[in-house]
């Protein structure tokens, strides 16, 4: 299973998934540098990721917390907290813009 990620040069990344993790976890496990300080506390707001309009809907509906840190941060309509989103088997496919602030790994 894989989650689609396009960072901030447009490039698309496809990344192995492992369902029960956050999004936010598998972003950093493949050595992108997403911030998420409070580690997925929905405290602090910088795992903030734009969700591919195909597949907002598909998402579930944000919490009152996560809400709160998305008005907090200025986040844009189409932006959810990574950490706040759980790899399922029907996320297969996921697609995401990642921040400008986030650098994808160098290649190897
Ligand atoms: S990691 Fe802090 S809000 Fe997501």
């Given at each position: 299973?894989?989650?689609?990620?396009?960072?901030?040069?447009?490039?698309?990344?496809?990344?192995?998934?492992?369902?029960?993790?956050?999004?936010?976890?598998?972003?950093?496990?493949?050595?992108?540098?997403?911030?998420?300080?409070?580690?997925?506390?929905?405290?602090?707001?910088?795992?903030?990721?734009?969700?591919?309009?195909?597949?907002?809907a598909r998402l579930h509906e944000p919490r009152e917390d996560e809400l709160e840190r998305l008005d907090e941060n200025f986040a844009?309509?189409?932006?959810?907290?990574?950490?706040?989103?759980?790899?399922?088997?029907?996320?297969?496919?996921?697609?995401?813009?990642?921040?400008?602030?986030?650098?994808?790994?160098?290649?190897?």
């Amino acid at each position: 299973m894989k989650i689609i990620v396009a960072d901030s040069g447009g490039v698309e990344h496809a990344l192995d998934a492992v369902e029960g993790w956050r999004v936010m976890e598998i972003i950093r496990a493949h050595g992108f540098g997403l911030e998420a300080e409070c580690g997925g506390s929905c405290v602090c707001g910088t795992c903030q990721v734009h969700v591919d309009p195909a597949w907002a809907a598909r998402l579930h509906e944000p919490r009152e917390d996560e809400l709160e840190r998305l008005d907090e941060n200025f986040a844009e309509p189409d932006e959810r907290l990574s950490c706040q989103l759980i790899f399922t088997e029907e996320l297969d496919g996921l697609r995401l813009v990642l921040p400008e602030n986030v650098k994808a790994p160098e290649p190897a």
